[in-house]
């Protein structure tokens, strides 16, 4: 019998969130519940001196045959995993547990042997909204907590294999809604995730996600996270804004050569304090090559300290370029609140600084001059987009990509 589960969308967290803001910034200095898994990312290859992205990631998993031992009696297939829309997914509706795992398998043997040898594999589980829950008191939704990615050299073509499926990476204790995972496939046909916990809440302790697998030695340098706070958590996840699709969608309607794979880093209430405690343990599971920073809003409600807020942001800078990436640093966004007006000036004027004292840096949108112009993208509490906000704010990253990531040779 089907086990009922309660969806809440991110939108019901971000109206959350809204209220726990409006007042002043949360300090959050939790220890980062960091998953253990029992692989290693290798910092990105490309330096930061090299900005464009690299030859086009090679999305290889879209629309494979896709299988599972649980979609909810039909109303989730795994075909929803790998299709062209983040706004459906797969969802196995009981309780996954050590005993009882639930799997999401891709049929991969018709991608061709070379590029499937050494593959990136992520998940994302957009409901959650957070990228780390736990670090701001929210809970997740239908999360992978205790789970394996796995290989099988079975013949494609049917049904997954019952047996011999060999491990390949390991995680226990995630609270993350997204994770990135760099598997060598040598000449194995079959890819799953295989889920033994769920990180969730009441009636909501199943498995859903979207899974997309690249070929590895392309998408590791035409990868990307989206780190900042709620703003970042509404307007960089997967799912659509106001008709508007994901980053990497915008990205391929204009360069059709290019899918990058794209994570939403957003914590509500996080300042750039609280990123500084749990930033080296963030970029240790990032293998990509694309880091870009939207804090500030947060620091403004509270009228942080200009010169600590530069502090921040350049060792924030300084610790992804040492990791081998590329920084990407927006401004504050403009809005009608007493304490932005007051106080993100400041803070914006630092930003500035730190684009002519770390060239490396490319500058992101000016978000402050753009939701100026377009007050009516700002919602009542008069410091977050509202939806149509949100969808304007993640055409203006695409666009700002296209100008100096995926500009013509």
Not at 48 to 62: C, E, I, K, Q
Not at 168 to 197: C, E, F, P
Request: aromatic share 12%.
């Amino acid at each position: 019998m089907k086990e009922k589960r309660l969806f809440i969308s991110p939108a019901c967290l971000f109206l959350v969130t809204i209220l726990l803001l409006a007042g002043c910034a949360q300090q959050v200095t939790q220890p980062d519940p960091t998953p253990q898994t029992s692989t290693t990312v290798q910092p990105s290859s490309t330096g930061p001196g090299n900005h464009p992205a690299g030859s086009a990631a090679a999305l290889v998993s879209r629309n494979a045959p896709a299988f599972t031992n649980d979609d909810c009696e039909g109303s989730y297939p795994a075909k929803q995993a790998d299709d062209a829309s983040y706004d459906t997914f797969w969802q196995a509706c009981q309780t996954p547990g050590p005993d009882k795992p639930i799997w999401l398998a891709y049929d991969l043997s018709r991608v061709p042997a070379a590029q499937r040898a050494k593959l990136l594999l992520v998940w994302y589980n957009t409901p959650t909204g957070n990228y780390n829950h736990v670090l701001n008191g929210y809970e997740g939704y239908n999360n992978p907590k205790d789970y394996e990615i796995e290989i099988n050299s079975g013949a494609g073509g049917s049904q997954p294999p019952a047996a011999h499926w060999e491990s390949k990476a390991s995680v226990q204790g995630n609270t993350y809604h997204s994770r990135q995972h760099l598997i060598d496939m040598g000449a194995a046909n079959w890819l799953r995730i295989r889920v033994r916990g769920s990180d969730g809440t009441t009636e909501n302790y199943g498995v859903s996600l979207n899974m997309d697998v690249y070929e590895a030695s392309k998408a590791i340098a035409d990868d990307w996270i989206f780190y900042g706070a709620s703003i970042f958590m509404e307007a960089m996840n997967q799912d659509s804004r106001a008709g508007v699709p994901s980053f990497q969608q915008l990205i391929q309607q204009q360069r059709p050569d290019h899918y990058p794979v794209a994570e939403g880093g957003g914590i509500g209430g996080f300042t750039t304090t609280d990123a500084l405690h749990y930033f080296d343990s963030w970029l240790q599971i990032f293998p990509g090559k694309y880091v870009a920073l939207g804090y500030g809003s947060n620091d403004a409600l509270s009228c942080f300290d200009p010169e600590k807020f530069y502090k921040n942001y350049e060792t924030l800078v300084q610790k992804i370029t040492n990791a081998g990436k590329v920084p990407l640093v927006q401004k504050i966004l403009w809005g009608p609140n007493e304490r932005i007006q007051q106080c993100a000036p400041p803070l914006n004027a630092q930003l500035d600084r730190l684009y002519r004292e770390h060239p490396e840096v490319i500058a992101g949108p000016d978000t402050w001059t753009y939701f100026q112009q377009h007050p009516n993208y700002i919602s009542d509490d008069g410091i977050h987009p509202n939806e149509e906000g949100s969808g304007a704010l993640r055409k203006l990253w695409a666009e700002t990509a296209l100008k100096t990531v995926y500009k013509a040779s």
